[in-house]
């Protein structure tokens, strides 16, 4: 699942450890979902997408698997 | 100096003066115990934990309590899970190596061992089990 984060992010000036401490993760949890090695849960999806005031589907990106 | 700093020079000296007793004792022909492994196992295990997690108050690495933090465990216990059973199945090869015999309670633990994890699974399914009517 691809997403918009860390450019959001940037653009409010904000930094990791900030927006970590906003979420109550630690800046690492939001470094691996930044670089797409972890997707968080639904909670903290919204949790990210409150803190830097867009919806969950302005931040993430995921396309559905071809079944065939 | 941060808690994970000073948690971990507190468990890390504690678990070299355990390991130091523990080859002392070996190497003059004193006998071993539950005692000293079980210590031993204990310090490890503390010292361990403390080098892995971060903590809240200093922002300094995945915490245990977080989201990441325990798909870390979960990962971890299931990979340790296998590493166990592993263990347990070269512990039953060197035992019937040694006395040309298996161990009827070493076959046993390996026997449980292969089955835990799916019982527990099972277990588990049956909480999400739909209901058929």
């Known amino acids: 699942m691809q ?15 900030k927006l970590a401490e906003l979420c109550d993760v630690s800046r690492q949890t939001i470094n691996a979902i930044e670089n797409d090695k ?3 849960s639904l909670p903290l999806a919204f949790a990210i997408s409150q803190a830097l005031e867009v919806t969950i589907e302005q931040l993430f990106l995921y396309e559905r698997k071809n079944p065939n | 100096m941060k808690i994970k700093h000073w948690k971990t020079a507190i468990t890390g000296v504690a678990a070299f003066i355990v390991l130091t007793t523990v080859i ?7 006998d071993i115990g539950f005692n000293d492994i079980a210590s031993l196992g204990a310090v490890t295990l503390l010292f361990l934990s403390a080098l892995t997690w971060g903590t809240k108050e200093d922002q300094d690495g995945v915490r245990e309590d977080e989201e990441l933090g325990r798909r870390i465990t979960e990962q971890s216990s299931k990979v340790g899970y296998f590493l166990l ?3 347990i199945l070269v512990a039953v090869g060197i035992d019937q190596w040694a006395h040309e015999e298996p161990s009827l309670l070493l076959l046993s633990l390996l026997g449980l061992s292969m089955v835990t994890l799916p019982f527990i699974e099972w277990v588990h399914m049956r909480k999400y089990r739909a209901a058929e009517d």
């Open chain 1, 38 to 40: 972890y997707d968080p």
């Open chain 2, 85 to 87: 059973t592993l263990f």
């Open chain 1, 3 to 17: 997403n918009r984060i860390k450019l959001l992010r940037e653009e409010l000036g904000i930094s990791q450890g």
């Open chain 2, 24 to 30: 002392y004792r070996t190497a003059t022909g004193k």
